[in-house]
T-cell receptor
Framework: SQTIHQWPATLVQPVGSPLSLECTVE??????LYWYRQAAGRGLQLLFY??????ISSEVPQNLSASRPQDRQFILSSKKLLLSDSGFYLC??????????????FGPGTRLLVL | DAKTTQPNSMESNEEEPVHLPCNHS???????IHWYRQLPSQGPEYVIH???SNVNNRMASLAIAEDRKSSTLILHRATLRDAAVYYC?????????????FGTGTRLQVTL
């Protein structure tokens, strides 16, 4: 069966420090991968998505970046964190199938607090 | 993906049915209607999806209007564990599995 992992679960970082959040998926090949951010009490904001290794599409211009060094690994990074980067970061995947009926599966999330 | 409109919040008593509406007047013929829900401090989870016909599964039912411009998620007997934010999303069956955009959803409160 497929599983999705995210780490760390929680993180407290000072303003200006770097960030690296990791997401891995098991039990599937060539998934479409997504990073979302959810500010406190708000909806989900799509940050990046990837349809394959090295292929990253950015939805929101900001100081975050994403990389996909391996088929089932998706990394979210920042060189210098801002206070506004605080939030709940969610990784998700969809099977590599054309069509609108696929279910999207979400990881447990990383709660980031920038102080 | 086409836009959806949902009420910000709804309340229900436990053990009673809940009807969560979603308007999607700009839906295209190839859009699937998906529903997800997000429990507190968790990532969203899939609830149900459909294209034209009403759908039932162990979690809920999905009623789709004949013109497909609106749909309703039905929880037959709400429990306290159903308190969550419910998202209605459209997915294009013909497009690449690229972007998935979530709105603000409906926050469902369930009381005793």
């Amino acid at each position: 069966s497929q599983t999705i992992h995210q780490w760390p679960a929680t993180l407290v970082q000072p303003v200006g420090s770097p960030l690296s959040l990791e997401c891995t998926v098991e039990g599937t090949s060539n998934p479409n991968l997504y990073w979302y951010r959810q500010a406190a009490g708000r909806g989900l904001q799509l940050l990046f998505y990837s349809v394959g290794i090295g292929q990253i599409s950015s939805e929101v211009p900001q100081n975050l970046s994403a990389s996909r060094p391996q088929d089932r690994q998706f990394i979210l990074s920042s060189k210098k964190l801002l206070l506004s980067d605080s939030g709940f970061y969610l990784c998700a995947w969809i099977p590599d199938l054309a069509g609108g009926m696929e279910t999207q599966y979400f990881g447990p999330g990383t709660r980031l607090l920038v102080l | 993906d086409a836009k959806t409109t949902q009420p910000n919040s709804m309340e229900s008593n436990e053990e009673e049915p809940v009807h969560l509406p979603c308007n999607h007047s700009t839906i295209s013929g190839t859009d699937y209607i998906h529903w997800y829900r997000q429990l507190p401090s968790q990532g969203p989870e899939y609830v149900i999806h459909g294209l034209t016909s009403n759908v039932n599964n162990r979690m809920a039912s999905l009623a789709i209007a004949e013109d497909r411009k609106s749909s309703t998620l039905i929880l037959h007997r709400a429990t306290l564990r159903d308190a969550a934010v419910y998202y209605c999303i459209l997915r294009d069956v013909a497009g690449t599995a690229s972007k998935l955009t979530f709105g603000t959803g409906t926050r469902l409160q369930v009381t005793l």
